[in-house]
């Protein structure tokens, strides 16, 4: 079972160029989510969808934008790529039960490196 | 604010016992999660707790008390496969995760 598939792996990108980060699940999960992990710090969140059609912003969602037209894929652009850019990106999803969002299980994550 | 305290790093022995401690200022709580995370890979889910008190799972237990706001991941017989980082989260109000830094684990032979 593949779970979550992100891609690309790794990307280098010259400031100021745009790009998406793909983000595809096929456990059936209502919500994801899209991450940043820099060196020190926790795990930030930078946009989330809790279901096909409808995206949230989480603690640092400048410069990025999201969108959720079907259940399984859930891309990230980045509009005008940024030094500070930089990170490893993961993408999450969980299940969503009636006591709210259920444990969530990550891709294997892009790391992005903005020049 | 919101806020999850836990160790940067912290150093065992194969074989011994290492508790991996965890406090937590958030708004609201909603359950507290412990992932694993090994370099370069992503965090894989290792525990839950809602309500006080151990949950034991395997080699690894994990205790929270709510009322001090505090947690603590425990793995016993250390492998050299648990050199990992070690991630503390707690669901809030909104049911969103707020993260730990996360804590090194070094396992020496």
């Known amino acids: 079972t593949a779970g979550i598939t992100q891609a690309p792996t790794s990307q280098i990108l010259a400031a100021g160029r745009s790009m998406t980060l793909r983000c595809t699940q096929d456990?059936?999960?209502?919500?994801m989510y899209w991450y940043r992990q820099d060196l020190g710090l926790g795990l930030r969140l930078i946009h989330y969808?809790?279901?096909?059609?409808?995206?949230g912003k989480g603690e640092v969602p400048d410069g990025y934008s999201v969108s959720r037209a079907n259940t399984d894929d859930f891309p990230l652009t980045l509009a005008s790529a940024v030094p500070s850019q930089t990170s490893v990106y993961f993408c999450?999803?969980?299940?969503?039960?009636?006591?709210?969002?259920?444990?969530?299980?990550f891709g294997p994550g892009t790391r992005l490196t903005v020049l | 604010g919101q806020n999850i305290d836990q160790p940067t790093e912290m150093t065992a022995t194969e074989g011994a016992i290492v508790q991996i401690n965890c406090t937590y200022q958030t708004s609201g709580f909603n359950g507290l999660f412990w992932y694993q995370q090994h370099a370069g890979e992503a965090p894989t889910f290792l525990s839950y707790n809602v309500l006080d008190g151990l949950e034991e799972k395997g080699r690894f237990s994990s205790f929270l008390s709510r009322s001090k706001g505090y947690s603590y991941l425990l793995l016993k017989e250390l492998q050299m496969k648990d050199s990992a980082s070690y991630l503390c989260?707690?669901?809030?109000?909104?049911?969103?995760?707020?993260w730990g830094a996360g804590t090194k684990l070094i396992i020496k032979p």
């Open positions: 989260a707690v669901r809030d109000s909104n049911y969103q995760l707020i």
């Open positions: 456990m059936r999960h209502n919500a």
């Open positions: 969808s809790n279901t096909a059609g409808t995206t």
């Open positions: 999450a999803s969980s299940a969503v039960t009636s006591g709210g969002a259920d444990t969530q299980y």
